[in-house]
Antibody
Framework: QIQLVQSGPELKKPGESVKISCKASGYTFTNYGMYWVKQSPGQGLWYMGWINTETGRPTYADDFKGRFVFFLDTSASTAYLQINNLKNEDMGTYFC???????WGQGTLVTVSS | DIQMTQTPSSMPASLGERVTISCRASQGINNYLNWYQQKPDGTIKPLIFYTSSLQSGVPARFSGSGSGTDYSLTISSLEPEDFAMYYCQQYDSSPLTFGSGTKLEIK
């Protein structure tokens, strides 16, 4: 069956970087784009952007340009989200979702605290 | 960007009750509207796509309707497992945008 399994929770300090993985299984990875969605604590859902898994081209929503990087390891059917120079406001849960938004990862909680 | 105004933000309701959650887009979205359920453990479950099409495995008590800028999710008879957060999402144009959510609570 189709699954997206994300990496575990992260505790980081401001200024550090974090890398979140989203491993896909049960389908051909490069046939569907991968989207990223952020949920701040107690808040709603925010679209971060997506990555074309066939070409590797990322597209970022305006609020997520600069410190946020989407990339792939297609040999491992895995998409990654890296956040550089972490800020307190980056704290939250990050979800990956396959194109079509039928399949979602379980979410990865990122805590930023000095 | 298209703004999605979701109402109400919270809704106390009873088992067996019929409830409706609304989403209004700031411009027409051509029925490109999804609904999701999020449980307290954070798990997101897609319920409805393209306004009214039920995702596989979703109970028939869930239904969606709407057109233009106004859309709604209806649960015909609440079951215990339905008490959760609900979000709408438009995918007519980028950036994709979500409603702010509705917390369905037990009355």
């Amino acid at each position: 069956q189709i699954q997206l399994v994300q990496s575990g929770p992260e505790l980081k300090k401001p200024g550090e970087s974090v890398k979140i993985s989203c491993k896909a299984s049960g389908y051909t990875f490069t046939n569907y784009g991968m989207y990223w969605v952020k949920q701040s604590p107690g808040q709603g859902l925010w679209y971060m952007g997506w990555i074309n898994t066939e070409t590797g081209r990322p597209t970022y929503a305006d609020d997520f340009k600069g410190r946020f990087v989407f990339f792939l390891d297609t040999s491992a059917s895995t998409a990654y989200l890296q956040i550089n120079n972490l800020k307190n406001e980056d704290m939250g849960t990050y979800f990956c979702a396959r194109d079509g938004f039928v399949y979602w990862g379980q979410g990865t909680l990122v805590t930023v605290s000095s | 960007d298209i703004q999605m105004t979701q109402t109400p933000s919270s809704m106390p309701a009873s088992l067996g009750e019929r409830v409706t959650i609304s989403c209004r887009a700031s411009q027409g979205i051509n029925n490109y509207l999804n609904w999701y359920q999020q449980k307290p453990d954070g798990t997101i479950k897609p319920l409805i796509f393209y306004t009214s099409s039920l995702q596989s495995g979703v109970p028939a008590r869930f239904s969606g309707s709407g057109s233009g800028t106004d859309y709604s999710l209806t649960i015909s008879s609440l079951e215990p497992e339905d008490f959760a957060m609900y979000y709408c999402q438009q995918y007519d144009s980028s950036p994709l945008t979500f409603g702010s959510g509705t917390k369905l609570e037990i009355k």
